[in-house]
């Protein structure tokens, strides 16, 4: 009996495109800034320690309406295109089989997050869903994998993710990290070296439940 929590975007939904969108989008309306491409957002996105509202808006620190208007036009779009990776689903069934208990821990906020699994039909598979606003301190800090564990079931635990802030999260709570390269990071530094690599989610069930 093991518990798994997963990243969100990146991990178990491809969100790239509606990210970009809504990063663009406040930056035009707000700051009168030229469009990123969706590549120069996935390169910024998961490097840890990286001040990415400067990075995306070019301020110190994020504005109360700037996030009240990426949040308004994320959550208008994000339903369009955010889909599951593939192979996700299934890997899901399979670990339900196993009776392991999910659960997310994303940087995004949690309703958006909540919907965007129900519209992929998969929100029920999770016992909770941890997003930025129910904690002080995002990922790369363990705060959310703490509050997840005072809900698990169970001593083994593993935490999936795209991004080295997932592994830094993981290491910090003392829970099993795994990377997986099919999302917005395809390689991790080298002071991870140690750490589990999948391409395809399918793999994680030999990892996981082999463990």
């Given at each position: 009996?093991?518990?798994?929590?997963?990243?969100?975007?990146?991990?178990?939904?491809?969100?790239?495109?509606d990210i970009t969108a809504s990063i663009n989008h406040v930056r035009k309306t707000l700051y009168g800034l030229e469009p990123m491409t969706a590549e120069e957002i996935r390169s910024v996105m998961n490097v840890p320690g990286l001040n990415l509202a400067y990075a995306f808006y070019g301020v110190e620190e994020y504005e109360p309406e700037a996030e009240a208007l990426f949040e308004e036009h994320y959550s208008q779009q994000?339903?369009?295109?955010?889909?599951?990776?593939?192979?996700?689903?299934?890997?899901?069934?399979?670990?339900?089989?196993?009776?392991?208990?999910?659960?997310?821990?994303?940087?995004?906020?949690?309703?958006?997050?909540?919907?965007?699994?129900?519209?992929?039909?998969?929100?029920?598979?999770?016992?909770?869903?941890?997003?930025?606003?129910?904690?002080?301190?995002?990922?790369?800090?363990?705060?959310?994998?703490?509050?997840?564990?005072?809900?698990?079931?169970?001593?083994?635990?593993?935490?999936?993710?795209?991004?080295?802030?997932?592994?830094?999260?993981?290491?910090?709570?003392?829970?099993?990290?795994?990377?997986?390269?099919?999302?917005?990071?395809?390689?991790?530094?080298?002071?991870?070296?140690?750490?589990?690599?999948?391409?395809?989610?399918?793999?994680?069930?030999?990892?996981?439940?082999?463990?």
């Open positions: 009996m093991k518990t798994i929590i997963f990243d969100l975007d990146g991990t178990l939904v491809d969100t790239h495109l994000c339903l369009q295109r955010a889909r599951t990776f593939d192979g996700v689903v299934e890997t899901i069934e399979k670990l339900l089989a196993h009776q392991c208990e999910l659960f997310v821990a994303t940087n995004a906020p949690t309703t958006t997050s909540r919907l965007i699994l129900q519209n992929n039909g998969i929100v029920e598979c999770f016992k909770d869903i941890v997003g930025a606003d129910r904690v002080k301190e995002p990922k790369p800090h363990p705060e959310m994998l703490h509050l997840i564990r005072q809900q698990s079931r169970y001593d083994e635990v593993w935490m999936v993710g795209d991004s080295p802030k997932d592994i830094m999260a993981a290491q910090r709570a003392e829970v099993n990290p795994l990377f997986v390269t099919w999302g917005y990071s395809q390689e991790l530094p080298k002071e991870f070296a140690s750490v589990p690599v999948v391409s395809k989610p399918l793999a994680l069930i030999d990892i996981i439940i082999a463990s």
